[in-house]
């Protein structure tokens, strides 16, 4: 309180104990505002996750006053430009229904985001589609429209995501990763808006023409009357081109087929 004390009343002199009621009820209202993380959390209505990335973002910033003065404290955040968020995070005129639309808190999960991006549309005025539930605190009482933040954050068609590409070969994710760490497929790291910097990217052509190219044992039994382990036993002594990626084996698809076919024919 001294040194908050000292510094409204633009003292030098640090041994001054007398100073006015008006310096006083400044200096009050100004400890009063400012809190701890563990209280700004719980203002805002966020995770602790969450309020790393709004601050890390520049989307709350600590209170610059407070750390002037006491540098080697734990950093404070003013309660007004706390609110101020959330007030300009609400104040887009809300929808009648939230039908369709899914707490802030979820919204990164739906649109391959993270929360700080999807505040700073927010904030951004950038989403029209909003509705507030004021019975919840902070920012957590928003909810947004998950197919009208992910728009803002359209890459182009010609990328695919590791789990897009998954599905279109029919391995799991963790495949396609290990796939593109052995160069079988190419990761590409791009600098996009609203994506983790571990985001991959693959090329659709590139996809597409391994998916063209080559299949696994599993695809290759698909159709057929024969297991999947029994394809793959046959597959593996029939001198087919071929490509590994960790346990799992992608055969040249026509070879394979054609190798398949003749076998039943027999």
């Not at 728009?151 to 789990?163: L, Y």
Request: net charge positive.
């Amino acid at each position: 309180m001294r040194t908050v004390l000292l510094h409204f009343a633009g003292e030098t002199d640090a041994t001054a104990t007398v100073f006015s009621s008006s310096v006083f009820e400044q200096a009050r209202q100004y400890l009063a505002d400012v809190v701890l993380p563990i209280e700004a959390k719980p203002f805002l209505g966020i995770t602790r996750a969450a309020f790393v990335q709004l601050v890390d973002r520049g989307l709350v910033v600590k209170d610059d006053l407070f750390a002037k003065l006491f540098p080697e404290s734990l950093a404070r955040y003013s309660k007004m430009k706390l609110q101020s968020v959330i007030d300009t995070a609400r104040s887009v005129p809300a929808v009648a229904s939230r039908d369709g639309l899914v707490a802030l808190a979820k919204a990164p999960l739906k649109t391959h985001t993270s929360y700080a991006d999807v505040v700073a549309l927010l904030l951004e005025r950038k989403l029209s589609r909003v509705y507030y539930d004021l019975k919840l605190p902070g920012l957590a009482s928003i909810f947004v429209d998950p197919v009208e933040a992910a728009s803002h954050f359209q890459v182009g068609e010609e990328w695919m995501f590791a789990e897009e590409a998954a599905a279109l070969i029919g391995v799991e994710a963790q495949t396609v990763y290990l796939m593109t760490r052995e160069g079988v497929l190419t990761a590409h790291k791009l600098r996009r808006p609203g994506y983790h910097s571990s985001t991959i990217f693959l090329d659709r052509n590139e996809v597409n023409k391994f998916h063209a190219t080559y299949a696994s044992s599993t695809g290759l039994s698909e159709g057929t009357t024969m297991t999947t382990g029994s394809v793959a036993q046959i597959l593996k002594s029939r001198n087919i081109p071929k490509v590994r990626a960790g346990p799992v084996v992608f055969y040249e698809r026509k070879d394979a087929r054609k190798a398949l076919a003749e076998l039943i024919a027999a």
